[in-house]
Structure formats: C-alpha cells, structure tokens
C-alpha cells in the first residue's frame, strides 16, 4: 500500500540546508497500523507530509496503492496535532468540509457524518460550534473529518498530543476501535512509546537529524489491546521496554 525506496527529503534555507530524511525505505501493508517514533526533529512529520503528498521528496521512490504521489490525494486523509476546525461551522458541518471540498453530494453524506458522530459520542453536539467542545472532543470531530473520506490511509501527525493523559488514553482506544471497525492503513506519528505499542502493528524507530529506519519493532499482540493489566500486558510491557532501550541508547551516542 505505502512505498518508500531511499527516500531523502533537504530543506533548504538562509541558514543553510536541513537534511531532515536519509534514504528512508519502509513499506506499510494494507490494513497495517504503523507507528512512528523518534527523537525530536528526526523527520517524522516530514516523512507523513511526504506520503501525504503535501511535499515533494528531494530524491527517491514513494507509492501509495502503486501510484507515485505527486499531489494529495482523495484516499488519504491527514489529522494533525491541532484539531483546525473552521469555528464558524457547526461540528456537523466541519466533519461534511471534505465533501464540500471535492463536490461530493451532502445530502448523501450527512448520515454518514451523523453515524461516524455517534461512533465517537458527539451525536449531541453535531450543532455546537466548536468552541463549545473541550479538547479531545475537537479532535473527535477532526477524527469524523478524516473518515468521513473513507480513505483508504489515515495519517495522524501526533493526533494527542496536546491533550490531557486521561483524554489521551480514552482517544487512543477509540482510535483502536476505529481501525478495527474500518480496516484502514493507519500510519500514527508519536511521542509516546506506550501509546504506539497499544496501537501499532509495527513501531518505526527513526535515528536523531536526518531520520533514517534504525529498527523496527513488531508488536505481536492481538487486538483488542487494553491499558493497564490486560492479558497481554506483558508482551507489550516487553515491546515498551525494548523501545524505551532502543531510544535511550541513541541518547547516549554524542551527537556528530
Ligand atoms: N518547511 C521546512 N523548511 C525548513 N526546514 C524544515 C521544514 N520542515 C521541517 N524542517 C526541518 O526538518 C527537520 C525535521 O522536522 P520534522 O517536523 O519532520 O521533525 P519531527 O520529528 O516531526 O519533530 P517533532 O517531533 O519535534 O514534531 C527539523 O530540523 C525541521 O526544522
């Protein structure tokens, strides 16, 4: 489904040029959760723009469904870190903006929306503006947004991370719900280790500036996978551990 062959990505600039990806290959199944961890500035954002194809890559190879992406595409949807709902719309009609986008036909898709709304516990909000929700239910509705493409990848930049740890959780199991019932490709950029591991099929760790593969980690856990002292708890505590190993060893290296 996701291609990458030696994928580099430098950005240039007054102050000289930012080599943010080296010669990155990773392939992503159909249906596969990925998750993508790495120090701060490693690339990661940059590695989801660039399969999003809101950037161009500076060298190397990259497919979604065969195709090379030179521009976004309908069957890709991205949630960002910030929920960037447009505040004079009504949640319902923030969730209906990509249909509006593509001149799709509303009225054919607002049960849809009204649906997905359920799925994530905002039917009652759907006329609310969006400063009336809190937080995470902003980023419910981004969540709606994104599905409501039926895309066939879904790229989350960080998704939780400006919520608070309860929230975050609560979202994250959803967000597991939600690849379940909808067996999407899902590729999840994060800071935490704890929440790929719940999450992901397979984490991706990416070395410090420029972000190349340093390993991967397979999460062999069935779903669903719960928080806290579930039966697999120590396998995925044993992912945790190996993760956490992983990154702070690289810590210890002297930058170049
Ligand atoms: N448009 C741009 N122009 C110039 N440099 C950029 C641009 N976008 C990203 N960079 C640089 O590329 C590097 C990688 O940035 P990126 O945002 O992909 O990292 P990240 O791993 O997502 O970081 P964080 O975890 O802090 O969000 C950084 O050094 C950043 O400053």
Known sequence: M???RGVSQVFGGRRGAVEAL???????????FVAVVGRSGCGKSTLLRLVAGLL???SGELRVGGDPVVRPRRDVAMVFQRPALLPWRTVLDNVLLPVEMFGWPRREHVERAR???????????QRRLPH??????????????ALIQRPRVMLLDEPFSALDALTREELSIELQQIHMEHAGTVV???????????????VVVLTPRPG???TVVEVPVPRPRTLGRGVHAAELARCSAELHEVLGARRAVPEP
């Not at 239910?137 to 709606?144: D, G, T």
């Open 2 to 4: 996701i291609r990458l």
């Open 22 to 32: 080296r010669e990155v290959d990773l392939d992503v199944a159909d249906g596969e």
């Open 56 to 58: 161009t890559a500076t």
């Open 115 to 125: 649906e997905l709304l359920e799925m994530v516990g905002l039917e009652a909000f």
């Open 132 to 145: 009336e929700l809190s937080g995470g239910m902003q980023q419910r509705v981004a969540l709606c947004r």
């Open 188 to 202: 999840l950029v994060t800071h935490s280790i704890e929440e790929a591991v719940l999450l992901a099929d397979r």
């Open 212 to 214: 190349r593969v340093l």
